[in-house]
């Protein structure tokens, strides 16, 4: 089994920063990609940033130059810079990670979600 946990989730005002952390740990063999989605009240799941494993990485236009996405492949973290955040940012953050498992094989794993929300 593979754990997802978050953490760096929330207040912050308008044009303000935070970065959230997100450590797997279990029976991982290797990850593929990692990422961070969002849910707002009311409106479906949505891509925020993701990274492989070789580095490539990919943002919603939403966020483009302000939020940056790392990940440490020795420790198996996953790292979300916010910059100049704006309230239509507040959301749930949920990790993301695609992990091939010393037992299970390939599966999608999720974390238990951290808030965010901007607001003066």
């Known amino acids: 089994q593979v754990q997802l946990v978050e953490s760096g989730g929330g207040l912050v005002q308008p044009g303000g920063s935070l970065r959230l952390s997100c450590a797997a740990s279990?029976?991982?063999?290797?990850?593929?990609?990692m990422g961070w989605y969002r849910q707002a009240p009311g409106k479906q799941r949505e891509l925020v940033a993701a990274?492989?494993?070789?580095?490539?990485?990919n943002y919603a236009d939403s966020v483009k130059g302000r939020f940056l996405i790392s990940r440490d492949n020795n420790n198996h973290t996953v790292d979300l810079q916010m910059n100049s955040l704006k309230p239509e940012d507040t959301a749930v953050y949920f990790c993301?990670?695609?992990?091939?498992?010393?037992?299970?094989?390939?599966?999608?794993?999720w974390g238990q979600g951290t808030q965010v929300t901007v607001s003066s």
């Open positions: 993301n990670a695609l992990v091939a498992t010393t037992t299970r094989g390939l599966g999608t794993y």
């Open positions: 279990g029976s991982i063999f290797a990850i593929n990609a």
């Open positions: 990274i492989t494993k070789g580095d490539s990485k």
